[in-house]
């Protein structure tokens, strides 16, 4: 990061911040909080929910801030009503497809776009898979948010287990060849677990779930 | 995420890295475990065991109410399950073993007597414990399992330049620049550190090389990989020092403001070429000359050891050859620099520095030198304390069986899983009058006592552990202990109080802590080194790490940044000895041992965990080549036979293994793996040959 500063506008205010930082950042240290799913401070963001976009005055799209770099002279508005309908919508066809019943963060953003979580038809994606002594990998309430993969990747773990399989509606995180977690190079750290954002990588002890039971001595 | 009644800070029982941990609790039980992401040393990142092993402390098996043998002093000692013990009140044991204690002071002396403390068990539960046996019981006779784990490193850095611990901090990881890994499968012993050694090599571009003889995971991210034959790792390291004094690639300003015998070192090194260590090691010579050229040409490089260095018969010379290379191009004293040995359990460090070493008080201070002897003895209102060095774990055994030792009081440890030749072993202590255990589980060893008095585990009482790098963190009480299970230092609190008054001694009043706090004040009044840690000051800041001499003292993350506590660093010449256990026609494959991911040594814990699930039982990994030769398929039984015994096994092929090596883990009480070792020793750190049994392998029903 370079040490050469310079002068942003978000959400009307003036402030000045390194070159190089993102508008997430830049936004955060003014006190602008943004809100995010997939981002994760350890992680390197992926720019997929796109839960962080805001309006960039002169651009033709909105832009993810986590990926995106400020500008000098730059113009943001990180809660317009064109930002807060985009945001309302993806958060809406998550809902549609996913169980959400352990994403506290996920439903706290809901409420406050006021989403209607029945507006998309449809019926939940994915299923449970419970393939190893630790933990399961709920895909019902999994968001796709691709913080496991990059954990298990080149972000923290280097084991490449997980990965993403399939494309557009059938995406999924997924094994290679589909192998069970023991026959792949999964290490059993659970700093997947650690990072789901929606409770779909669960230690089994957890909840109601399959609970590890002890071998009688 | 699921709501808990409470999440306590804590630091992981298993290996030296020491993460913190958030346990959630519910109903008296750990339910999951997290990680801080905020905190040093793991930042968020955990492994299976810290993640999912902490279940062992729930397991039903553990020791409820202190225990008496029921057939107590009948004869040949031999090992029995719970049925063979009765239960019984606080009071009853803890009498009954302070009479044994005391009797055994009174008519053969106080060296009579062989002590274990535990390298997992607090600081707090160690200075109390030596602090019993130095001066109430008057014996120096106490040691731990660091004896068979780093003494080797211990020795040789002490040699080199006057201190044992790693050098550098773990969060260092991330300036290095090349880094050298040897004897250490960091993925399966270390495996947070691994992370950040992978994290090196891929995103910042560190050049890695893996001197090991087994294809290592992290061997998979290394530039180079120096795959030499086991037991010949003075030869890699001295020539390598040749290349590099030879190319004239060594630090000379540092060789010459910090470092003493240089030129006998040098001369040394004449004809030790990178040819002549091919022929012993097996390495490539063109291999070693890029290694050393790698190395020394660096601008920050370190070293990361393990038991494949020190757990040998020449383990002192191993380290030496290591230290001598790094003090030949300068690379100590910086960030990113430095001779880290990876301390394997949770506290070894720490029960090291708090004295359970049998030469040495709390802070490595001698127990020959009568100052100090007089400064403990005013300490702790005794008189009389011991002023020989005690007996080594091994060096107990040997007493044992010769019968000048007949009384055992063990904390926490597992000789009868952890010693070399067990067989051996077995007989020392089927022939020990009295043997008094401290445990939270009846292990092989607790099966040989008379005496058990219920301990308790890490969640369920407060302290500190110190890691790797020298990093004291607390340990806080997260879940209520089962039945009349008792804090480790209480119980030996007690045990003193008992045992005083029987010896008749004057009350010392040196017994009466109430908390954990309170004893690690009284340690670090009589240790400079911690002077500036207190409990209150850890929970504050996270972690200090020693040398702290004072409260305003930030702590000390990297050492040796102007001078060692030797003063110069000392090049040793040294003789390239080849005096491990050969194989021969009977005894064809040579057998390396060690520890896999998913275990803990003696399988105490992870046994009784849903880790044994994942790894229940013992392998044999064997090259491809070989299993083809000998017609072994995957998972196929086998006997494995050395000339001090027979274990049985599966057969697991794999190229980790190279050809005529083969690898066993060391957890299986099923397959105990010591019984094929051999107790050959390094004369000066007393440490066992792990590493190297001739064995034979054939076909079982």
């Not at chain 2, 009389?384 to 774990?393: D, N, R």
Request: aromatic fraction near 6%.
């Amino acid at each position: 990061m370079s040490t050469e500063k310079i002068t942003i506008t978000v959400d009307g205010k003036k402030i000045t911040v390194p070159s190089g930082v993102t508008i997430l950042q830049a936004a955060e240290s003014a006190g602008i909080t943004i809100p995010t799913i997939c981002f994760h401070e350890q992680l390197t963001p992926p720019g997929l929910c796109r839960q962080c976009v805001v309006e960039v005055e002169g651009a033709r799209r909105l832009q993810p801030s986590c990926i995106s770099s400020v500008r000098e002279g730059m113009v943001v508005k990180t809660d317009s009503e064109k930002v807060r309908r985009v945001r309302r919508t993806n958060l809406e066809m998550l809902s549609a497809v996913t169980d959400l019943s352990e994403s506290p963060e996920i439903v706290r953003q809901m409420k406050q776009l006021d989403a209607d979580e029945e507006r998309f038809a449809a019926s939940p994606r994915g299923s449970l898979k419970d393939d190893n002594p630790f933990y399961i990998r709920d895909y019902t309430k999994c968001i796709l948010c691709m913080r496991c993969v990059q954990v298990c990747s080149s972000d923290i773990q280097f084991s490449y287990a997980l990965a993403a399989g399939g494309r557009g509606f059938d995406s999924r995180i997924a094994t290679f060849y589909n192998k069970d977690l023991p026959d792949t190079t999964c290490v059993f750290c659970g700093n997947c677990i650690q990072v789901c954002p929606t409770g779909a990588l669960k230690a089994k002890t957890e909840g109601n779930s399959t609970g590890v039971q002890h071998d009688e001595a | 995420m699921m709501k808990h009644e409470k999440t306590v800070r804590t630091t992981c029982p298993f290996c030296g890295v020491g993460c913190q941990l958030d346990l959630s609790i519910d109903q008296g039980r750990i339910v999951s475990v997290s990680a801080p992401e905020n905190a040093a040393p793991n930042f968020g990142r955990l492994c299976a065991k810290g993640r999912f092993g902490t279940d062992y402390v729930h397991h039903p098996s553990r020791i409820r109410t202190p225990l008496i043998r029921k057939n107590l002093d009948s004869g040949k000692r031999t090992p029995v399950g719970m049925e063979g013990f009765r239960e019984a009140s606080w009071d009853e044991a803890l009498d009954l073993a302070a009479e044994r204690l005391s009797l055994a002071v009174k008519t053969q002396g106080a060296d009579s007597i062989g002590t274990f403390c535990s390298a997992k068990a607090t600081n707090e539960d160690t200075y109390i414990f030596q602090k019993f046996v130095r001066g109430i019981l008057k014996t120096n006779n106490i040691d731990h399992c660091a004896r068979l784990c780093h003494a080797a490193s211990v020795a040789g850095l002490q040699k080199a330049i006057g201190s044992s611990a790693m050098s550098n901090a773990i969060a260092e990881m991330k300036n290095l620049d090349v880094f050298i890994v040897t004897g250490s499968n960091t993925t399966e012993t270390h495996p947070v550190i691994s992370t950040f050694l992978k994290e090196a090599v891929v995103k910042n571009g560190a050049k890695l090389i893996v001197i090991d003889p087994r294809k290592i995971e992290l061997s998979g991210f290394a530039a180079l990989h120096l795959q030499h034959r086991p037991g010949t790792d003075v030869a890699v390291y001295q020539a390598m020092a040749n290349v590099v004094v030879t190319e004239e690639l060594e630090n000379r300003s540092f060789i010459d403001r910090r470092t003493e015998n240089f030129e006998m070192y040098r001369k040394s090194l004449e004809g030790f070429t990178p040819e002549l260590a091919e022929s012993i090691t097996g390495v490539k010579a063109v291999l070693i000359r890029e290694a050393a050229r790698m190395y020394a040409e660096a601008e920050r490089a370190a070293v990361y050891w393990g038991m494949g260095i020190s757990q040998s018969v020449h383990g002192t010379d191993n380290t030496l050859s290591i230290a001598n290379l790094a003090l030949l191009c300068g690379h100590l004293g910086k960030p990113g620099t430095g001779l880290n040995p990876l301390r394997g359990q949770n506290n070894v460090q720490g029960c090291s520095d708090s004295g359970g070493l049998p030469g040495i008080f709390p802070g490595y201070q001698s127990v020959a030198d009568a100052e100090i002897q007089k400064k403990f003895e005013e300490k702790w209102n005794v008189t009389g304390l011991s002023k020989t060095a005690g007996l080594t774990v091994l060096e107990m055994s040997d007493a044992a069986g010769k019968g000048d030792i007949d009384t055992y009081l063990i904390m926490g440890e597992n000789p009868m899983m952890s010693e070399p030749d067990l067989n051996t072993a077995r007989k020392h202590f089927e022939q020990l009058k009295t043997i008094i255990i401290v445990d939270i589980f009846l292990n092989e060893s607790g099966a040989y006592g008379d005496i058990i008095l219920p301990a308790v585990p890490f969640a369920e009482k407060d302290g500190t552990f110190t890691n790797s790098d020298r990093r004291v963190q607390l340990i806080r009480k997260a879940v209520p202990s089962p039945g009349e299970a008792q804090t480790d230092w209480r119980i030996i609190q007690d045990l003193a109080l008992r045992v005083e008054k029987k010896l008749g001694l004057p009350p010392s009043g040196g017994f009466a802590f109430q908390s954990a706090s309170e004893v690690w004040d009284e340690m670090s009044g009589l240790v400079p080194a911690f002077g500036g840690i207190s409990h209150q000051r850890i929970d504050r800041e996270g972690g200090v790490h020693w040398p702290c001499p004072d409260p305003a003292h930030p702590g000390t993350p990297y050492l040796f940044a102007d001078s060692f506590p030797r003063g110069r660093g000392l090049f040793t010449v040294l003789d390239c000895r080849l005096e491990s256990e050969r194989t021969s026609s009977a005894y064809p494959y040579l057998l390396s041992t060690g520890r896999v991911l998913y275990h803990w040594h003696g399988g105490t814990m992870t046994r009784r965990s849903v880790l044994d699930k994942i790894y229940p039982e013992s392998v044999v990994e064997m090259n491809p080549l070989d299993a083809e030769a000998e017609g072994y398929e995957e998972g196929q039984r086998v006997s494995v036979s050395s000339r001090r015994g027979t274990i049985i096994s599966r057969i697991k092929i794999t190229e980790r293994s190279p050809m005529g090596v083969v690898f066993m883990p060391i957890h299986f009480a099923e397959s105990p793996v010591n019984e094929l070792t051999k107790d050959l020793r390094d004369p000066e750190a007393k440490i066992p040959d792990f590493k190297q049994s001739a064995v034979r392998i054939a076909a079982a029903g």
